[in-house]
């Protein structure tokens, strides 16, 4: 069974930090990994998604990195804001079906 | 509707209830997911629709929950007799096929709260 993990549960920075979230996933079979933001009593918001072919996808300040062979994925978040304050919950999709399997998420916290 | 929809936003209940809840999807999206995420975790997988079809119901908890989607487009959530442990967020997703390379979307989801 598929099992993803996210480290750390929370993390709190000044304002400006460039930082980077963790996730690691235990079976490498899988067809992509999607990163998502979750603001309070909110849904989900898609940030970046990456196909097992690939290494990395970019999108403004974020970039996101797979190792597909060490199950592990990466978000860096550069010159960090208040703004970007939320849950970030990363999931992958495995290639025998198309449910996500979700980590539990790293709260976010950015201090002005 | 742009993206996916959810109703209702929030429903409070009493043990032992039936509640209902529903999903608009994107207009043409084949596939509908839903997934529920309990306070503090991720969300989990609980059924996925291809069309009309259940295509995999294995993460239903029991048999108290039960969903349909009659006509490939609105889906319904149906609970039975609600647990104080049925209390969580239900989100519903679409995406356009169930094919592994089609992103899912969320909806806002429903915020359900059995007392």
């Known amino acids: 069974k598929q099992e993803v993990t996210q480290i750390p549960a929370a993390l709190s920075v000044p304002e400006g930090e460039n930082l980077v979230l963790n996730c690691s996933f235990t079976?490498?079979?899988?067809?992509?990994l999607q990163w998502f933001r979750q603001d309070p009593g909110k849904g989900l918001t898609s940030l970046l998604l990456?196909?097992?072919?690939?290494r990395e996808q970019t999108s403004g300040r974020l970039n996101a990195s797979l190792d597909k062979s060490s199950g592990r994925s990466t978000l860096y978040i550069a010159a960090s804001q208040p703004g970007d304050s939320a849950t970030y919950l990363c999931?992958?999709?495995?290639?025998?079906?198309?449910?996500?399997?979700f980590g539990e998420g790293t709260q976010l916290t950015v201090n002005p | 509707g742009a993206g996916v929809s959810q109703t209702p936003s929030n429903k409070v209940t009493e043990k032992g209830k039936y509640v209902e809840l529903r999903c608009d999807p994107i207009?043409?999206?084949?596939?509908l997911y839903w997934y529920r995420q309990s306070l503090g975790q991720g969300p989990e997988f609980l059924i996925y629709?291809?069309?009309?079809?259940?295509?995999?119901d294995s993460g239903l908890p029991n048999d108290r929950f039960f969903a349909v989607r009659p006509e490939g487009s609105v889906s319904t959530l149906k609970i039975q007799r609600t647990e104080r442990g049925d209390s969580a967020v239900y989100l519903c997703?679409?995406?356009?096929?169930?094919?592994?390379?089609?992103?899912?979307?969320f909806g806002p989801g429903t915020r359900l709260t059995v007392l």
């Open positions: 079976d490498s079979a899988i067809y992509n």
């Open positions: 997703a679409s995406s356009l096929l169930a094919l592994s390379y089609n992103e899912q979307f």
């Open positions: 999931a992958v999709k495995e290639t025998s079906g198309s449910r996500l399997t």
């Open positions: 629709f291809q069309g009309t079809g259940a295509a995999d």
């Open positions: 207009s043409g999206h084949t596939a």
């Open positions: 990456i196909q097992s072919s690939q």
